[in-house]
């Protein structure tokens, strides 16, 4: 295996010896746009994939990994959506770190909020949402009215964020 970067080792094995993607899979939340993870999250906003115990990978990297991607050295997998709980592997591409602030610049700031989706919400927001959600509505029409970002809702909805507001 001379030459191969851990990177490809890694979805190499992944793929050989467990089976990840079937458990992987299970944890995603399909749909028209953006496929969301809805597993663990980490603090940086990244969803977070166990493969066997003590061993953690970032859900989308996994993703693309799995799609069959591999990454030259320096490389990372980076979203064209900029949704980081997003893990279709269409809408994930390999760059460095530096095009990945370009991108983001030419983007421009109205992807701030998708990658902080709760920084704007009080927590009188919380609570109609979570009213709302009660009332069984639509996860991407209170996201539309809130301006955030469907899985904001979604973590909101499972009690992943906002936790402390009763
Ligand atoms: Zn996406």
Redesign the pocket.
Request: hydrophobic fraction near 10%; charge should be positive; glycine fraction near 10%.
């Given at each position: 295996m001379a030459g191969e970067n851990p990177s490809t080792l890694l979805s190499l094995r992944l793929a050989g010896t467990w089976r990840v993607g079937q458990r992987f899979w299970s944890k995603v939340q399909k749909s028209d746009?953006?496929?969301i993870w809805t597993g663990a999250v980490s603090s940086n906003g990244y969803g977070e994939f166990t493969i066997v115990h003590g061993t953690v990978v970032t859900s989308h990297r996994l993703s693309y990994f799995l799609a069959g991607g591999t990454l030259s050295a320096g490389q990372e997998v980076l979203?064209?959506?900029d949704?980081y709980l997003?893990v279709?592997p269409d809408?994930l591409y390999p760059g460095t770190q530096a095009e990945n602030m370009r991108d983001w610049r030419e983007r421009g700031v109205r992807s701030w909020s998708k990658r902080h989706p709760t920084a704007k919400l009080t927590a009188d927001d919380v609570r109609v949402i979570r009213a709302r959600l009660k009332e069984g509505e639509m996860h991407r029409l209170i996201a539309s009215d809130f301006g955030v970002c469907t899985s904001c809702i979604s973590h909101i909805a499972r009690g992943a964020r906002w936790s402390s507001i009763a």
């Open positions: 746009g953006c496929w979203h064209t959506c949704n997003c279709r809408h």
